[in-house]
């Protein structure tokens, strides 16, 4: 276990590029719950600082610039401006919001690259790389798409694939097309350094598999590991580019660092700002320490098609210089899906964050709330306006304005606002206070160990709580005959609601202002969660206000019917509805299944079925019985005498009285049209098909 208690910790997440607004995609992925952890640890009063900015370099930036007729300053600037403030508003509690653009940066990334230059790091190579002939311009990175060799995605860029995460360079795609003039590039000769992470593939083996097997997310060590196992090559480590940090060497014009290679460095040049402006030491949070117990920890937000940069290239870099301590973890996320279909920001099927904070600018943790609770932490999640609504009207509503709202009305009508005494306990007070004191250490350690989702459940499990202490102990009725009762049961439901602003502090920071402020209460520090004594009697309750809104039906509405609205995918590219990719599988799983081609040689109408038909094959091994859901697809007349495939060893099932035994192979497309597979010339029956 590392020492979670007395040292430093650096959080980042990753840096947006400015060249669009924020969606609630980024925001379910690294943002949110950096703040959270983040917000957390303050409260734990440990020395953590939370690094963030604008990534205003690489192709992607130009492109945009181009796409909207303005240069690509004007383009980081509206854009950082305008995520900057989005995230403030959000709450994202940043201590630095840096841009690359900066010359602190510059400065800080041209000599990461010149210190590995001078330890001989790189190699010199020239290559042959995608040139557009129409723009006399090299395509690096964003300047070209083309077909995914890994998943086949269609619109994979040149370093990576969004899809599926995988690393790429532009002469692996199938198909490239310069995103300049849409065509086809020729290749030409030209100089570039490159990061051998061949070289550090035994170290990473042993830092990153042995190291941190068991620590580290699944998601995120199963695709260092799949990635290891394919085996590491060279890198480019810069670009033919006009915009970017200049290569620092002589005579290289033309020539930028990579953007992989100095995004992840501006974390560090965010923090030498943020150190600059507080009077603070930098190298404290970045660089080893002489005793290795005083290392800060560092720990990286990102979603998960950042995973390579950050588990493998900035790894090995920092590794190269030697100076700079690794991270720890690397909490990845995986995607978050809006309303059945992938987010997309070329198609405007998205949340837009700033929007949504323009059209409901006090709403801030109902969306932190919505967001945590379907965090896509272990593999791709579904935001849909109906969750959010029945997220806000049956949790928020429901369970915690309800009984805060409850206990602090209550407490005005019965004792004027002050808090009442408590006397002998019952087992029922005993039963909550005992809750009390284990739900914040709950909170804490799924914190800890990044399980959101789990702690935001514990959190309003303490708020749950409290509304079942209510209805079981019914004040309402006991004030009738036993005042001293009612003054225990509420003197106890105000420690509940007091310990439940500190510990919703870190997922709804608004909230947990705004219930502070209501019991006249101060705390900042984790550490009085789980007291039941943090408002003493007599203490005197500021009026209260209800803290949540319910949200109707036709709100929801509004807004799924806006998403369409705005969507702009047309009829040509319906690149949603199809299944997700199935969870992988071994080569041993996949020998097992013993598929061949087959000869249909009778094909009926199966007795009392609609879909399914009854064939008789020629498997080559033998004749035997098929039933195929295809009646609706196919007339048995015509299918008789194809060849198709089969599944030959499929364990024997009954359907309709009939005994079917294998299956044939479909090809089904989103809308449920279903085609045989067949082979392209006729084979002999029982060939093997691998
Ligand atoms: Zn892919």
Same mark, same amino acid.
């Given at each position: 276990m590392t020492n979670t208690t007395n040292s430093r910790i650096t959080v980042t997440a990753a840096l947006p590029y400015a060249n669009g607004p924020l969606h609630i995609g980024h925001i379910a992925g690294a943002y949110l719950p950096a703040d959270i952890y983040v917000r957390y640890q303050r409260q734990q009063q440990r020395d953590i600082i939370f690094m963030g900015g604008s990534?205003?370099?690489?192709a992607a930036i130009m492109l945009r610039a181009k796409k909207e007729g303005i240069s690509p300053q004007e383009i980081i600037d509206k854009y950082h401006e305008l995520n900057k403030e989005t995230f403030e508003r959000f709450g994202i509690s940043f201590d630095m919001y840096h841009r690359t653009s900066e010359p602190i940066h510059h400065q800080t990334s041209q000599d990461f690259f010149t210190r590995l230059y001078e330890k001989g790091e790189f190699t010199e190579q020239e290559s042959e790389q995608y040139y557009d002939e129409e723009f006399q311009q090299f395509l690096a990175d964003r300047y070209i798409t083309g077909t995914? !060799? %890994?998943? *086949?995605? $269609?619109?994979?860029y040149g370093d990576q694939? &969004? /899809?599926?995460g995988s690393s790429l360079s532009? @002469?692996?795609?199938? #198909?490239p097309k310069s995103t300049l003039s849409g065509k086809t590039p020729i290749l030409k000769p030209t100089k570039h350094w490159y990061l051998p992470l061949d070289k550090y593939q035994p170290w990473l083996e042993e830092?990153?598999?042995? *190291?941190k097997k068991g620590i580290w997310k699944p998601n995120v060590y199963g695709q260092c590991s799949s990635w290891l196992k394919a085996g590491l090559q060279p890198r480019a480590m @810069? =670009?033919?580019?006009?915009?970017? %940090? +200049? %290569? $620092?060497? $002589? #005579?290289? &014009? *033309?020539k930028k660092l990579y953007v992989w290679l100095d995004a992840p460095i501006g974390y560090i040049s965010a923090t030498k700002q943020w150190a600059q402006d507080n009077g603070k030491d930098w190298e404290l949070y970045w660089k080893q320490q $002489? /005793?290795?117990?005083?290392n800060a920890r560092l720990i990286h937000f990102i979603g998960k098609d950042n995973i390579v940069f950050h588990c493998i290239i900035f790894p090995a870099i920092l590794h190269t210089h030697s100076e700079y301590i690794l991270p720890e973890n690397v909490p990845a996320n995986e995607f978050l899906n809006l309303e059945g279909r992938k987010l997309s920001t070329s198609r405007n099927w998205a949340v837009w964050l700033h929007e949504y904070l323009d059209e409901l600018p006090n709403k801030q943790d109902e969306l932190r709330y919505a967001l945590c609770s379907i965090m896509p932490e272990t593999k791709d999640s579904e935001f849909t306006w109906k969750d959010y609504q029945a997220k806000n009207n /049956?949790?928020?509503?429901?369970?915690f304005g309800n009984f805060v709202n409850r206990t602090l009305v209550l407490t005005q009508k019965y004792f004027d606002g002050l808090v009442p005494t408590r006397h002998d306990l019952h087992p029922m007070d005993e039963e909550a206070l005992q809750k009390l004191q284990e739900i914040p250490a709950k909170v804490a350690s799924a914190v800890e160990s990044f399980n959101f989702r789990e702690a935001l459940a514990y959190m309003i499990d303490l708020a749950r709580t409290g509304n079942k202490y209510l209805a079981d102990t019914e004040p309402w009725k006991v004030i009738k005959q036993d005042q001293a009762r009612v003054e225990t049961i509420l003197n106890i439901s105000l420690q509940i609601t007091a310990n439940l602003s500190i510990i919703s502090a870190p997922f709804l920071p608004f909230t947990s202002q705004k219930l502070q402020a209501m019991l006249n209460f101060q705390s900042? +520090?984790? =550490?009085?969660?789980? =007291?039941?004594?943090?408002l003493p009697a007599r203490h005197t309750l500021e009026k209260p206000a209800l803290l949540f809104q319910k949200i109707e039906d036709d709100w929801v509405d509004q807004q799924v019917a806006k998403l369409h609205q705005d969507?702009? @995918?047309?009829?040509? &590219? !319906?690149? @949603? #509805?199809l299944a997700p990719m199935k969870e992988e599988i071994t080569y041993e799983d996949f020998v097992k299944l013993d598929m061949r081609v087959a000869t249909i040689l009778t094909a009926e109408k199966a007795k009392k079925s609609k879909k399914l038909l009854k064939l008789t094959l020629d498997t080559g091994l033998d004749q035997r019985t098929v039933l195929s859901g295809i009646a609706q697809h196919y007339e048995p007349e015509d299918i008789v005498g194809k060849q198709v495939c089969v599944l030959v060893n499929l364990a024997p099932r009954k359907m309709m009285g009939i005994e079917s035994q294998g299956m044939i192979l479909m090809a089904e497309d989103a809308d449920g049209a279903l085609v045989f597979m067949q082979p392209e010339n006729s084979v002999s029956n029982g060939s093997g098909i691998s």
């Amino acid at each position: 276990m590392t020492n979670t208690t007395n040292s430093r910790i650096t959080v980042t997440a990753a840096l947006p590029y400015a060249n669009g607004p924020l969606h609630i995609g980024h925001i379910a992925g690294a943002y949110l719950p950096a703040d959270i952890y983040v917000r957390y640890q303050r409260q734990q009063q440990r020395d953590i600082i939370f690094m963030g900015g604008s990534d205003e370099h690489g192709a992607a930036i130009m492109l945009r610039a181009k796409k909207e007729g303005i240069s690509p300053q004007e383009i980081i600037d509206k854009y950082h401006e305008l995520n900057k403030e989005t995230f403030e508003r959000f709450g994202i509690s940043f201590d630095m919001y840096h841009r690359t653009s900066e010359p602190i940066h510059h400065q800080t990334s041209q000599d990461f690259f010149t210190r590995l230059y001078e330890k001989g790091e790189f190699t010199e190579q020239e290559s042959e790389q995608y040139y557009d002939e129409e723009f006399q311009q090299f395509l690096a990175d964003r300047y070209i798409t083309g077909t995914c !060799p %890994v998943c *086949g995605h $269609p619109e994979a860029y040149g370093d990576q694939c &969004e /899809n599926c995460g995988s690393s790429l360079s532009p @002469t692996d795609l199938i #198909n490239p097309k310069s995103t300049l003039s849409g065509k086809t590039p020729i290749l030409k000769p030209t100089k570039h350094w490159y990061l051998p992470l061949d070289k550090y593939q035994p170290w990473l083996e042993e830092w990153l598999l042995k *190291g941190k097997k068991g620590i580290w997310k699944p998601n995120v060590y199963g695709q260092c590991s799949s990635w290891l196992k394919a085996g590491l090559q060279p890198r480019a480590m @810069t =670009r033919d580019l006009d915009w970017g %940090v +200049d %290569v $620092p060497l $002589p #005579n290289t &014009e *033309g020539k930028k660092l990579y953007v992989w290679l100095d995004a992840p460095i501006g974390y560090i040049s965010a923090t030498k700002q943020w150190a600059q402006d507080n009077g603070k030491d930098w190298e404290l949070y970045w660089k080893q320490q $002489p /005793n290795e117990a005083d290392n800060a920890r560092l720990i990286h937000f990102i979603g998960k098609d950042n995973i390579v940069f950050h588990c493998i290239i900035f790894p090995a870099i920092l590794h190269t210089h030697s100076e700079y301590i690794l991270p720890e973890n690397v909490p990845a996320n995986e995607f978050l899906n809006l309303e059945g279909r992938k987010l997309s920001t070329s198609r405007n099927w998205a949340v837009w964050l700033h929007e949504y904070l323009d059209e409901l600018p006090n709403k801030q943790d109902e969306l932190r709330y919505a967001l945590c609770s379907i965090m896509p932490e272990t593999k791709d999640s579904e935001f849909t306006w109906k969750d959010y609504q029945a997220k806000n009207n /049956n949790e928020l509503v429901a369970i915690f304005g309800n009984f805060v709202n409850r206990t602090l009305v209550l407490t005005q009508k019965y004792f004027d606002g002050l808090v009442p005494t408590r006397h002998d306990l019952h087992p029922m007070d005993e039963e909550a206070l005992q809750k009390l004191q284990e739900i914040p250490a709950k909170v804490a350690s799924a914190v800890e160990s990044f399980n959101f989702r789990e702690a935001l459940a514990y959190m309003i499990d303490l708020a749950r709580t409290g509304n079942k202490y209510l209805a079981d102990t019914e004040p309402w009725k006991v004030i009738k005959q036993d005042q001293a009762r009612v003054e225990t049961i509420l003197n106890i439901s105000l420690q509940i609601t007091a310990n439940l602003s500190i510990i919703s502090a870190p997922f709804l920071p608004f909230t947990s202002q705004k219930l502070q402020a209501m019991l006249n209460f101060q705390s900042t +520090d984790w =550490r009085d969660a789980g =007291r039941d004594d943090l408002l003493p009697a007599r203490h005197t309750l500021e009026k209260p206000a209800l803290l949540f809104q319910k949200i109707e039906d036709d709100w929801v509405d509004q807004q799924v019917a806006k998403l369409h609205q705005d969507d702009t @995918t047309t009829e040509e &590219e !319906p690149t @949603t #509805n199809l299944a997700p990719m199935k969870e992988e599988i071994t080569y041993e799983d996949f020998v097992k299944l013993d598929m061949r081609v087959a000869t249909i040689l009778t094909a009926e109408k199966a007795k009392k079925s609609k879909k399914l038909l009854k064939l008789t094959l020629d498997t080559g091994l033998d004749q035997r019985t098929v039933l195929s859901g295809i009646a609706q697809h196919y007339e048995p007349e015509d299918i008789v005498g194809k060849q198709v495939c089969v599944l030959v060893n499929l364990a024997p099932r009954k359907m309709m009285g009939i005994e079917s035994q294998g299956m044939i192979l479909m090809a089904e497309d989103a809308d449920g049209a279903l085609v045989f597979m067949q082979p392209e010339n006729s084979v002999s029956n029982g060939s093997g098909i691998s």
